[in-house]
């Protein structure tokens, strides 16, 4: 996978050079490019952005520096052999940056990342080259940052560690929060290591039995619970042909119920009598 970030803070990407992203990159899986936008200026003053037209606080990223690096970006990725580039625009009106969105930008094979600052970027950017490529327009939180390259970082992290051969073990991220198939709608449990004892406080006893299916059944249990307690609004969105009849049974001593009154407005399930706290 070929990834590029236009900035115009590039020491901010420096850590894509450590951890599982860094060793990818060591491996030759990422190939990562980070430009710094103000290469693309040629004023003395380096200048990016502008006062937006209509009046307002603010400054608003120009088209000519972006313009200019995306086709620069473009032109040596297609020299490269790099193919069927998608720009991805990290922005808190952007659609929710979910793992379902995580995997589908994995199986592409180049990504161009524009990290903006100020008000934004003239939006006359994102529609010139959304009729080149597909474009995702992404947010991690309904939180403002003083720019995207955080953004850029948290996408990289979820995105590479997808590819094959980055993590250790191929089955590390199947039970992860939100993995596709039964993780879907949950986050995941708590997770416990050696010693069995640590200042008086025991691992639950179920992980000792070695009885998988008994274990798999608590894990499962223990992700019910904890996204009732941490995100119930995904339980409220959840199918209920997505949970089994064990599943059913735990949802209900946590004080849920199926919804057939919600389906048309997208709500499965609602709180019922005796939550548990």
């Avoid at 990407?13 to 980070?34: D, F, I, M, T, Y």
């Avoid at 430009?35 to 003053?45: C, I, M, N, P, V």
């Avoid at 010139?128 to 940052?145: C, F, H």
């Avoid at 407005?265 to 709180?271: D, I, L, P, Q, V």
């Amino acid at each position: 996978m070929r990834l590029d970030v236009v900035t115009i803070f590039p020491e901010y990407l420096e850590p894509l050079n450590v951890s599982l992203v860094g060793k990818a990159r060591a491996r030759g899986q990422l190939n990562v490019h980070v430009h710094d936008l103000r290469s693309w200026t040629y004023d003395r003053h380096n200048t990016v952005d502008d006062t937006p037209y209509g009046g307002g606080p603010g400054m608003v990223m120009k088209t000519g520096p972006w313009g200019d690096a995306l086709d620069s970006v473009l032109a040596d990725g297609y020299e490269t052999g790099s193919r069927e580039p998608a720009l991805i625009v990290p922005t808190p009106s952007g659609r929710p940056f979910t793992q379902e969105l995580a995997v589908r930008l994995s199986e592409r094979p180049w990504l161009i990342f524009t990290p903006a600052r100020y008000e934004g970027i003239d939006r006359r950017v994102v529609d010139e080259y959304a009729t080149r490529m597909p474009v995702y327009e992404v947010s991690i939180g309904d939180y403002v940052l003083a720019g995207g390259e955080a953004a850029v970082l948290v996408v990289t992290e979820a995105v590479a560690r997808l590819l094959p051969g980055v993590l250790g073990n191929a089955e590390s991220h199947r039970d992860d929060s939100f993995a596709p198939g039964a993780m879907a709608s949950l986050l995941e449990g708590p997770v416990y290591t050696k010693p069995p004892v640590w200042r008086d406080r025991q691992i639950p006893e179920v992980l000792l039995s070695g009885h998988h299916g008994k274990i798999a059944r608590w894990r499962r249990d223990e992700a019910l619970r904890r996204t009732t307690a941490n995100r119930p609004d995904l339980i409220e969105r959840c199918d209920p042909k997505a949970f089994d009849k064990k599943d059913r049974e735990m949802l209900s001593v946590l004080g849920w119920e199926p919804d057939p009154a919600g389906e048309p407005y997208g709500r499965f399930w609602r709180r019922a009598g005796g939550v548990e706290e």
